[in-house]
């Protein structure tokens, strides 16, 4: 449907910057997540977006037109606020009539098109409810059903569902991305929710301190965060600092073959990621579902195709499914993640050795 | 450049209908009386006013001024003294021992007589107050030869009437905050092992002083003025230095004295409001 | 044990009810008894109903007292809104010092500011009357109306009229469409509250009351000084429950605004 810019905006208040420099571009049809913690910009960039913020500096476009001075109710956009802002006196009919009553569309297509559009959020019979009779998901959907009736050129998401408890909000990013599919609608949707933003979002973009950080497919995003922030916001990470390479000439293993970062006394760890030049400072991060957790001395051996450390339980945290490790490595507290597959799980105190595949040690910035 | 003028403009527009009419009928008259209470006679008619300190100084001089100020606030510290008595144990019951579903009728109930004309509450306190009132006929139907205890006309009745007309102010600012106590809070109490006492004394109360020291301030400013209901429940017993300004304006004229007066009223006044002020912030909601 | 402190607990706040009630109740028995001397038992009786009937000048008074209260609601509200309004809408600088402005007109003693009016208006020429006496109302309405439509504006926010702007409506069906109903309950509430302050004024009406024009609480008032009749009773009992039914109705208002 369309296509919008973001185009080197920045926004200040007061000495403060809440967007700094963003650019960004999302393609027709995207669904987009900006994600980021509270007061890193992504809110003042989706309401730049729907015109209730001026930015100071950049441009935002739609369909290649500016809209630096288009009023919010001439820009042709969608919007679901954070607390549905249903109307409290319309019922659920009129809520979702708004946007083609004021445009002054006939009754009678008001009606139908309604009546479609509370069939496709399967709300159809509650027409006449009004919006503080209606449960959490329900209101949600009638704020989905209003905004996406005038047909806008985009759907903009504030937090659309932050205030559903977890299994609803669950079930209805289920809903809503297929909703999103079969209306084609170019979105962009933010959230502080790291889960519900790789469930949804075609792409991301994490945003700190008024910046984008990154801006990738889910997955990308996950498996290579490029700094430090982006990957601990966007689960958790290990870090680990060494230099690039070997000062003894053993650093490059050949082409395509892993390289090692050295760490402070003498271990090394294998990267297949590319790294600066030999002797440069180097932090890696290290999912902790990525480890394999093994007695002491058990396991694949180390070498060139296998990271090994040793350490010591210090902390197993039983959740059913899944076990989570604290490990002392080095004098370092590392997390590990593992699956429920031995019952036994190591006891505080174990040494353990922890295994993991050199593609899944990622440079990332500091 | 042009949006924050139409904001300028938007607010002072808004705004300034409410605080010219609030210049003109409080803080412009307010100003005057001060400047009429240093005057001799009030500039009216062709009379020749000049500045003095005469009015404050008849203040100090006549013992009997100071004494009806001594007595005004001891009638207002009589009357927030009776409404806390009264009213803090309503509003606890009120807040933390009546079930939900009657609480809010109940609360309707006993501000709603607040909201009702006052001139005419107290006047209904002289029917059953007076001799051969309600409670004399009440006493008598009982004891046949019991004497008379009608107590209209003295200072009780004026004491009675007021705290009448000013406890449900008082039950509505402790009930707001009592009723603002998590309950959780007291089952915590209890838990940890605190008597029924313990928990009224280290946690309901501390937590609703707030409440209650702005419903006696709000209770105590409003008495140490009033003049009406002394007139009608106190009789010739009835005088009071709200009683005395009012016969300056309305009998006497001696405008510059019933100004200094007033300021002198307005005095106590505002020394209270100010070191409450914080607490009024808070609890000053008319519902 | 615990049965016994519940029936002292209701018995408590039976008491109170009691002791808040019963002198309004005596004087609305005593509108009804034929008695003048108020003599028992009663003899129920509509007599002095209908001497008020005959009365011209509490009449005249009680019209004076409904007129004022009608003006006084329509003006407070209009302007009460607008600075709720600017508050609810706005931050800006002195925006804290407007607000304790608000106090002096519910907190000084009414003595107070009715004298000082009578200063002013007297010896500015503005003189006494129902104008005057509309001034000093709107003043001590004011407050309250501010209070009231700001509590129901802080309820709902500006997110609303965002809402309504992204759907396409024009900064005018936004407020009509949107922020004027939501609104309304709040608006309705604060005219009923600001009636009813006026129609039960009396300290401020009594100062600012020429020889000749009154209002009903001034006109009670010289009444009981002058002696009373069983008249007052009757009156008294209407205004009691004119400004009790005000308060039903706005109770019912602003929790209706705080439901939806």
């Not at chain 2, 010219?20 to 006013?49: C, D, H, K, Q």
């Not at chain 3, 002292?8 to 706040?13: D, E, M, P, Q, R």
């Amino acid at each position: 449907m369309s296509i919008v810019e973001v185009d080197k905006v920045s926004k200040h208040y007061g000495t403060v910057a809440a967007l700094e420099n963003v650019s960004l571009s999302f393609a027709d049809g995207e669904f987009f997540g900006l994600l980021g913690p509270s007061g890193s910009g992504k809110t003042t960039l989706l309401r730049s977006i729907a015109g209730f913020v001026e930015p100071d500096q950049g441009d935002i476009r739609i369909d290649g037109a500016p809209v630096r001075d288009t009023p919010v109710h001439r820009r042709d956009i969608g919007m679901v606020f954070q607390n549905y802002a249903l109307f409290p006196h319309l019922s659920v009919f009129d809520n979702v009539a708004f946007g083609l009553s004021v445009r002054g569309a006939p009754r009678r297509e008001i009606a139908a098109q309604v009546a479609a559009m509370l069939d496709l959020v399967r709300l159809g019979g509650l027409q006449e409810r009004r919006p503080r009779e209606l449960s959490g998901g329900q209101q949600q959907r009638v704020a989905l059903a209003r905004a996406l009736i005038t047909r806008p050129r985009v759907l903009l998401l504030d937090e659309p569902l932050g205030a559903l408890d977890k299994r609803l909000r669950q079930e209805m990013q289920i809903e809503l991305k297929q909703i999103q599919r079969e209306v084609g609608i170019t979105t962009v949707f933010v959230t502080h929710d790291q889960e519900e933003a790789l469930t949804l979002s075609d792409r991301i973009a994490i945003f700190n301190e008024g910046r984008v950080v990154q801006v990738g497919q889910p997955n990308e995003v996950y498996e290579r965060p490029a700094t430090a922030f982006a990957a601990a916001f966007l689960g958790d990470a290990n870090f680990f600092t060494g230099r690039a390479g070997s000062p003894n000439g053993t650093g490059s293993l050949g082409a395509g073959a892993p390289r090692r970062v050295l760490l402070a006394d003498g271990d090394a760890i294998l990267t297949t990621s590319p790294l600066p030049a030999d002797g440069e400072p180097v932090r890696l991060a290290v999912r902790p579902e990525k480890f394999e957790i093994y007695r002491s001395g058990a396991g694949p051996a180390a070498g060139d195709a296998m990271n090994r450390l040793s350490g010591r339980v210090l902390q197993a945290i039983y959740s059913g499914s899944s076990i989570t490790y604290k490990v002392d490595v080095r004098g370092q507290e590392v997390t590990v993640f593992e699956q429920n597959r031995s019952a036994q799980p190591f006891p505080p105190g174990e040494a353990v050795d922890l295994v993991w595949a050199p593609r899944h040690s990622v440079p990332v910035e500091p | 450049m042009r949006i924050e003028q139409r904001r300028r403009f938007a607010i002072l527009g808004l705004t300034a209908p409410t605080y010219l009419w609030l210049a003109l009928t409080i803080f412009l008259p307010l100003s005057v009386m001060l400047y009429f209470s240093f005057l001799t006679v009030a500039p009216i008619g062709n009379r020749e006013p000049a500045l003095t300190f005469a009015q404050y100084g008849a203040f100090l001089d006549k013992e009997f001024y100071r004494f009806l100020t001594w007595r005004s606030v001891m009638m207002g510290v009589h009357v927030t003294l009776g409404c806390v008595l009264i009213g803090y144990p309503a509003a606890l019951i009120l807040a933390h021992h009546v079930p939900n579903r009657w609480r809010e009728a109940l609360f309707l109930l006993i501000v709603l007589p607040f909201w009702s004309n006052a001139l005419v509450r107290i006047f209904s306190w002289t029917m059953v107050l007076r001799e051969n009132g309600l409670i004399d006929r009440g006493l008598q139907a009982i004891f046949p030869d019991a004497p008379s205890v009608g107590i209209l006309f003295t200072y009780p009745a004026i004491i009675v009437g007021l705290v009448h007309s000013y406890l449900p102010y008082m039950i509505l600012t402790c009930y707001i905050s009592l009723q603002a106590i998590d309950r959780s809070l007291i089952e915590a109490a209890r838990s940890l092992g605190a008597s029924n006492l313990a928990i009224f004394r280290r946690v309901l109360l501390p937590l609703s002083l707030p409440g209650l020291l702005a419903g006696m301030v709000l209770v105590f400013v409003p008495v140490i003025g009033s003049f009406m209901e002394p007139r009608i429940l106190g009789g010739l017993e009835g005088v009071t230095l709200g009683t005395v300004i009012e016969d300056q304006f309305t009998a006497v004229f001696n405008w510059p004295l019933g100004a200094a007066l007033s300021f002198i009223l307005l005095a106590i006044v505002l020394t209270i409001l100010a070191a409450a002020y914080p607490l009024l912030r808070r609890n000053l909601q008319p519902f | 044990m615990k049965g016994l402190l519940k029936s002292l607990v209701s018995g408590y706040l039976a008491l109170v009810l009691v002791f808040l009630y019963l002198p309004i109740a005596v004087m609305m028995v005593m509108a009804f008894n034929q008695s003048p001397l108020y003599r028992l038992p009663v003899v129920w009786d509509t007599v002095w109903f209908e001497e008020l009937a005959g009365n011209e000048r509490l009449l005249g008074a009680s019209l004076n007292s409904v007129v004022l209260a009608l003006i006084n609601a329509v003006i407070a509200t209009a302007l009460g809104t607008m600075a709720a309004l600017a508050f609810a809408r706005y931050q800006f600088r002195g925006k804290t010092l407007l607000q304790i402005l608000l106090f002096p007109p519910i907190t000084i003693p009414w003595l107070i500011i009715g004298t000082s009016m009578l200063i002013l208006f007297f010896w500015t020429g503005i003189g006494r009357g129902l104008h005057a006496m509309l001034l000093g109302h709107v003043a001590l309405s004011l407050p309250y109306v501010i209070v009231v439509v700001g509590a129901r504006l802080k309820s709902f926010g500006v997110t609303l009229e965002e809402a309504a702007a992204t759907l396409g409506a024009s900064p005018w069906q936004v407020f009509w469409r949107v922020s004027a109903p939501v609104m309304g309950p709040g608006i309705v509430a604060a005219a009923l509250f600001a009636f009813a302050v006026s129609f039960d004024q009396f300290v401020i009406s009594y100062f600012l009351a020429p020889p000749g024009i009154s209002t009903l609480p001034v006109e009670i008032y010289s009444a009981i000084r002058k002696g009373f009749t069983p008249e007052i009773n009757a009156i008294s009992t209407i205004i009691i429950l004119v400004s009790m039914g005000l308060m039903l109705l706005f109770a019912r208002f602003s929790r209706f605004g705080g439901e939806r």
